[in-house]
């Protein structure tokens, strides 16, 4: 996919770093989903009985991440809201604890370009 959403820098390290090879079965939490690219990334990587939490708190890109993700929904869940709230998503969603965390701070492309009150271009 064109990532006009967001340019992300750091991906294949963090990648790297978030999934265990040791490990099987994973819960990982992108607390920062954004255009999901980094969720893409993970998707594609665990098992099918392990899960991805996705939370961000725009809902643009929860839309946009979604739609983006289709092919893994089995395996792959939204939350809208704040990464502050993550024990509140990972115990609503039946679990207690996670394998890892990844958390891409800052804005995305689309939200400098195109949010209001973030754009500067405009
Ligand atoms: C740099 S972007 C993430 C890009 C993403 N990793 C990707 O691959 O497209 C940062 C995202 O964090 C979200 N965000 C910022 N603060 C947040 C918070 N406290 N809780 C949840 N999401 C937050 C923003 O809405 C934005 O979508």
Redesign the pocket.
Known sequence: MN?E??Y?VL?YKAIEYLLNPFFKKHTIV????????????IAEKISDDSRLIC????IH?IEF?SLRLQKYHAKVIFEK?????IRTYVNKNGYNEISGL???????N??LKSEPGFSYRN
């Open positions: 990532n959403y967001h992300p991906l992108d607390g920062t989903t954004g255009g999901g690219s980094y969720s893409e990334a939370i961000d708190k725009d890109a991440a809201g704040n990464f502050a709230d990844v958390l891409d701070l800052g804005l995305s689309y939200q």
